[in-house]
Structures are given as structure tokens and as C-alpha cells.
């Protein structure tokens, strides 16, 4: 799908057995808006689709990874979603399951959103400026597509939570070093540094691979069974939180660049 101001939401390169997804929004620092669900997510069935694809690599163009979802979209009460298939979820990858492994590339910040982004990938390689957090609590807001009980299920509890209580961000070297992503790279590297992991991959053989894949994440026809539950609790609170005097205090005070006043109502 296109973007109306800048051209395509989200680019595509084949190489080799390897294909790229870049989302394509550097203006906004690839915050992700219909547009974006929309070109990703139908990407991402492509590559489930064609069985030359063996790995994705997800990146971001310019040097964000990907700055969240799109507040002004939010501002003008346009959905975020892939028309057609909303159940793909944020960025139409998010709940989108695909047999063939996923590394995302993680090229600059990658907070809210963009570490959601990262933790709904099989494989993570991140630039050295990267930063990750969930920093939702900060709007009144939770972290809803994916990344509250992911959070929890790939990093030690207590980091976890801490995270998920402060909204503070974490260094690439931290996310590192709890577990949350594979390698540091230099800045500027990223996309080759998840090729070269790619290529590790796509040498083996792929019915083999996803299969694997099928079973280390619990599968069973097209779904990872699992995270269902966390999926469900997700929606049934953020329904809540939404309709709180809290969650309209946080964007309004960020836009007016003061602290927020939560009332817990």
C-alpha cells in the first residue's frame, strides 16, 4: 500500500532466498500507521506464500527501526490496521504467524511499537544506538500489541517488569545481555548483520527449519497457541484503559509538553 505523501509504506528486496521488508516512513521515523499494517503485513504472507522464501529480515528505513504507532493517525481516529486482515495485528506482523524465521534488523530506536516489533521476531540484531523499551505507562496507555506478556516470556521477570513499570528504555549492550536480542552491530550494519544470521539459517533445510520453528513455538494450524491467552487479556484491559480519564491526560499532556496529572480514573 501506498503512503500518499511518500510513496510505498513499506519496500521489498529479494536477496537470494532472503526477503527484506523496510518499513518506509523516515519522515516519521517509520511510525506505522494503515498504510504501513497494510504493505508489511501483505509482504509477510507473500514470503509464507513462496516457498524460495526462507528467512524475512524486518528493517526500518533511515535510521529509526520503528518509532511506534502513528499519533496523528491515532489523532485522527484512523484505524492501524490491515483493512482486510486485522487480525495481523500492529504493523500487520505483530499476530501475523509465518512458518519461515523472522529477524528483525533493528537499525536505530525501537521503542513502543518498535520493540514490539522486535518481540514478535524469531531473531533480533541491533545497531549499537539502538534503544528498547515499552514506555506506554508514561501516556496512560499499555502496551498492547504484543509486548506485555512477551516482555515477560523473553527477558527475566524482574527486568521485565521493570521495564514494563518505569517505561524507561534499555541500551542495545542491556538488551543484550538479558537475552532480549542476538547481536550488537555497529551503526549502519544492521541489514547485513541479519543477512549474514539469514544465511545460517537458509543453508539448512527449510522444511526442517519450520517445522522447528512449528514446534519451539507451539503451533498448531497457524497459531501460537501460547500467547492466545495473553492476546485475550490484552484486548479485555486495554478496552479499559482506553475509556479512562488517564489514557486521554497522557497524549494531551505530552502535546502540551508538561507532565501528565493521572487520577487513576
Not at 501516556?139 to 523473553?154: C, E, N, S, T, Y
Not at 532480549?180 to 533445510?205: F, K, M, S, W, Y
Not at 519451539?216 to 497457524?222: F, Q, R, S
Amino acid at each position: 500500500m501506498t503512503d500518499a505523501a511518500t510513496g510505498p509504506a513499506a519496500l521489498t528486496e529479494r536477496r537470494g532466498n532472503v526477503l527484506i521488508i523496510t518499513i518506509n516512513r523516515p519522515e516519521a521515523r517509520n511510525a506505522v500507521n494503515a498504510a504501513v499494517s497494510t504493505a508489511v503485513g501483505d509482504a509477510l504472507q507473500q514470503a509464507q506464500d513462496d516457498p524460495e522464501v526462507r528467512a524475512v529480515v524486518l528493517t526500518g528505513a533511515g535510521e529509526s527501526f520503528c518509532a511506534g504507532a502513528d499519533l496523528k493517525a491515532i489523532a485522527r481516529r484512523e484505524s492501524l490496521f490491515h483493512p482486510d486482515h486485522p487480525e495481523w495485528g500492529f504493523a500487520g506482523y505483530v499476530h501475523h504467524y509465518i512458518d519461515k524465521p523472522t529477524i528483525a534488523a533493528v537499525n536505530g530506536t525501537a521503542l513502543g511499537g518498535g520493540t514490539e516489533l522486535a518481540l514478535a521476531s524469531d531473531l533480533v540484531v541491533a545497531e549499537e544506538r539502538a534503544k528498547f523499551g515499552l514506555p506506554e505507562v508514561k501516556r496512560g496507555l499499555i502496551a498492547a500489541a504484543g509486548g506485555v506478556f512477551r516482555i515477560v516470556d523473553q527477558l527475566p521477570r524482574k527486568i521485565a517488569l521493570e521495564l514494563l513499570f518505569t517505561g524507561d528504555p534499555i541500551s542495545s549492550a542491556d538488551a543484550l545481555k538479558w537475552g532480549l536480542i542476538n547481536q550488537v552491530v555497529p551503526d549502519g550494519t544492521a541489514v547485513d548483520a541479519a543477512l549474514a544470521l539469514a544465511e545460517r539459517i537458509t543453508c539448512n533445510a527449510p522444511l526442517a527449519v519450520w517445522a522447528s520453528k512449528r514446534v519451539a513455538l507451539g503451533v498448531d494450524d497457524g497459531v501460537i497457541v501460547g500467547d492466545e491467552p495473553g492476546w485475550a487479556r490484552t484486548m479485555r484491559e486495554v478496552r479499559t484503559v482506553l475509556r479512562s480519564e488517564d489514557a486521554k491526560e497522557g497524549p494531551l499532556a505530552f502535546a502540551e509538553k508538561r507532565q501528565p496529572v493521572w487520577k487513576a480514573r
